[in-house]
């Protein structure tokens, strides 16, 4: 199941008591692409997923709400993220927001 029907888009305001008790990792799942066909893939991801219809920009609003929630950390997860082409622009934003 890709991101796009997980999350929803909120507007945070910058204070740590509204992040949920010890929360403070976030699993991006920017894909379903993977070329292969594991049958224990948790995520059923395969060659013929996608990258879903989230764009760059949608994916940096998410990392912007993450941040402002004081989430310290964000994992780039799919299928196989090293192959969305869009990952080092996500990851750099992620760093420049002062996220791991």
Do not use: N
Not at 18 to 36: K, M, N, Q, V, W
Not at 70 to 81: L, R, W
């Amino acid at each position: 199941m890709l991101a796009e029907t997980r999350h929803r888009f909120m507007q945070p305001k910058s204070d740590p008591s509204l992040r949920a008790a010890g929360t403070s990792f976030l699993e991006l799942e920017i894909t379903g692409f993977c070329p292969l066909k594991c049958r224990h893939c948790y995520a059923d991801s395969s060659p013929e997923g996608d990258h879903g219809t989230m764009t760059a920009d949608d994916w940096e609003r998410v990392i912007d709400d993450a941040q402002a929630l004081s989430m310290d950390t964000v994992q780039f997860i799919g299928g196989e993220p090293t192959l969305h082409l869009e990952l080092p622009q996500l990851v750099r934003y992620a760093l420049g927001k002062g996220l791991k």
